[in-house]
């Protein structure tokens, strides 16, 4: 999806306003994607076209967005994470920092991205993998909860679903991010007793599928002993927590 930069004004206006001023190149790449309404059309430019995250950001806040509006931005940004060939973190990044600005946001990219879930097919599981990374860089950035993953019965997974799930946990657990951040962003679930389900869901996942992946990929995984690492805090944080639901022998 890469196309020039830096072809949008920075002045306040409403998304036709936008239009006005974008190239004939952006607009036909807007509706081959599907944009099939002003708002989404300019929301697509947007990020096409911005310099950086901090620039796309700049430039949704100055569109007059009403109501349930911020739903379009978000349904943009999925499809384009999603369309890229490869994972793109600009996307993550300017999520993280929508999802600072206004809750509205952390909302919506959550029931997104449980409909992306819910919507898993062996067809489209190579787009989802894409959508796996995004989740699990905002869980890290702690823009979404790891109680998001509820979405899931992660005891009872088909084959492609089960590729969205491993590449989760292996994305989170291979973030650079300080030890003290991976530990949190397990403790805020496992402290969280109505959860027990999911905790014990994450638990068997992380010992019986991820170990078993891990210790046979290691010559594969450039980040193996962060993710080895990462992923023996995680099973102890949740241990803990079954146990002390006595949930766990």
Same mark, same amino acid.
């Given at each position: ?65 009403? %109501?349930?509006?911020? /739903?379009?931005?978000? #349904?943009?940004?999925?499809?384009? $994470? &999603? ?5 793109? +973190? ?46 699990? %860089?905002?869980?890290? /950035?702690?823009?979404? #909860?790891?109680?998001?993953?509820? $979405? &899931? ?5 088909? +084959? ?90």
């Amino acid at each position: 999806l890469a196309v020039p930069r830096g072809q949008l004004g920075a002045r306040s206006a409403d998304a036709a306003s936008y239009l006005d001023d974008v190239g004939q190149e952006i607009l036909q790449l807007a509706n081959q994607q599907r944009m099939n309404t002003d708002l989404r059309r300019a929301i697509f430019c947007i990020l096409m076209t911005a310099e950086d995250y901090v620039d796309a950001f700049e430039k949704l806040l100055k569109l007059k967005l009403k %109501g349930k509006q911020d /739903r379009d931005v978000v #349904s943009v940004i999925m499809h384009c $994470v &999603a369309m890229e060939k490869q994972y793109n +973190p600009y996307y993550e990044v300017l999520a993280s920092k929508l999802c600072s600005f206004s809750n509205n946001y952390r909302f919506s990219f959550r029931y997104a991205i449980w409909d992306k879930v819910r919507d898993l097919t062996p067809e489209n599981v190579a787009k989802s993998v894409n959508v796996s990374k995004f989740f699990a %860089g905002l869980v890290v /950035r702690f823009s979404l #909860s790891l109680s998001a993953v509820k $979405v &899931a019965d992660l005891t009872a997974l088909d +084959p492609h679903e089960m590729v969205f799930w491993r590449v989760f946990f292996l994305q989170v657990l291979g973030a650079k991010a300080s030890t003290e951040d991976i530990i949190s962003v397990f403790e805020r679930v496992a402290a969280q007793e109505e959860l027990v389900g999911l905790i014990q869901g994450m638990h068997l996942f992380l010992t019986s599928n991820l170990g078993a992946i891990v210790r046979e990929k290691k010559e594969k995984l450039p980040n193996y002993v962060r993710v080895k690492a990462n992923l023996k805090l995680a099973r102890g944080v949740l241990k803990k927590s079954l146990l002390s639901y006595t949930m766990l022998d």
